[in-house]
Nanobody, 124 residues
Framework: QVQLVESGGGLVQAGGSLRLSCAAS????????KAWFRQAPGKEREFVAAINWSGRDTYYADSIKGRFTISRDLAKNTLYLQMNNLKPEDTAVYYCAAGRDSGRYYGHWEYDYWGQGTQVTVSS
């Protein structure tokens, strides 16, 4: 079992930046693929970014490519999402997730463990 707790969300103006954190506890975080998803009101949960178990490979949704960066700090057992040049359409609840690394990263069904989410609101 892995427990995940997100933090770092908030209200920011368009063009601003936020860094989300996801603190993990339980089984070693390093052995899992890890990802960020988001869900806006009335919409389905969508993939944002993922990093494979070794940290060597990262994957991004087209909508955020070049603006967001996923990273991890194994010493702190923490996953990050650096979000720059935020847009109002980035407004959503952001979730971190972890799961067995199957080589597939884009579907929410690939992940077994989820945090409770953190709200990100971008004003225009």
């Amino acid at each position: 079992q892995v427990q995940l707790v997100e933090s770092g969300g908030g209200l920011v103006q368009a063009g601003g930046s936020l860094r989300l954190s996801c603190a993990a506890s339980g089984r070693p975080f390093s052995i899992y693929a890890k990802a960020w998803f988001r869900q806006a009101p009335g919409k389905e949960r969508e993939f944002v970014a993922a990093i494979n178990w070794s940290g060597r490979d990262t994957y991004y949704a087209d909508s955020i490519k070049g603006r967001f960066t996923i990273s991890r700090d194994l010493a702190k057992n923490t996953l990050y999402l650096q979000m720059n040049n935020l847009k109002p359409e980035d407004t959503a609840v952001y979730y971190c997730a972890a799961g067995r690394d199957s080589g597939r990263y884009y579907g929410h069904w690939e992940y077994d463990y989820w945090g409770q989410g953190t709200q990100v609101t971008v004003s225009s």
